[in-house]
């Protein structure tokens, strides 16, 4: 099976890799709370997330080098609040669409800029009904080279009068270059900032807010990537793999 990312004829490994690397990146971009964006055209792309109190898997098919659809399921805690200090556990199921708005190829590097969309339903504890119709657009943005990576990204979720919005930034660096079958190793950090809207019945909502940070060491192949972290609530391990 050919490589589902195309890459060009480079003149030496150096740009061979840059070719290849760049798009294995874009699909890191995410995070935990978002679906990844895609790989190249006709590809499937699976994905997982999972830490302390948060699981999500996904999948989505890239129509064209800029779009691609899918599904996400998901299961989270949001925080405690009230007398009793139980955490209200949500179930998500949506439709996804990621769309690569521009991309930038820099003389050493590679700039990109993304919308991913999700349309579904949430359900969980403190919601009217139980279940209610959930909208969930994200922006995206990253830069990077063979050795250096810059990302961010916003997402706002809303079922009604529930919502959580969240924004996060990454920075990091590989080890070492390494040939083109070879392994790459990342060290990275990420800053992440959340607020939640939590509805009551019968009173004010409930509002809860928390900055976390989070080291991680990043391993990228051709076809997969394997990224390990610690939270201040646990360990968080992601997943990407194109069949």
Known sequence: MPSPFPLPRPRHLAARWRALVGPCLLALVAGPALALPIASQGYWMVMGDFEEGSRKLSANYALTGHDAIGAAVARFDSPAHGGTGMRSARELAALTYTRLIHRWNLPDAQANLWFIGQAGSLRGQG??????????PA??????????????????????????????????FSLYEVEYEQVQPWIL??????????PRVGAMAHEVAKTEWMPMVRLIDRRWFLELGARRDGAHLSFMWVP
């Open 127 to 136: 919601l009217a009904g139980g279940t209610r119709t959930l909208l969930s």
């Open 189 to 198: 950090l990420e800053a992440r900032r959340e607020r939640e809207r939590i």
């Open 139 to 172: 922006v995206l943005a990253d830069w990077e080279t063979t050795r250096l990576y810059v990302g961010g990204g916003v997402e706002a979720k809303r079922a009604g009068d529930w919502r959580r919005d969240s924004a996060y930034a990454r920075v990091g």
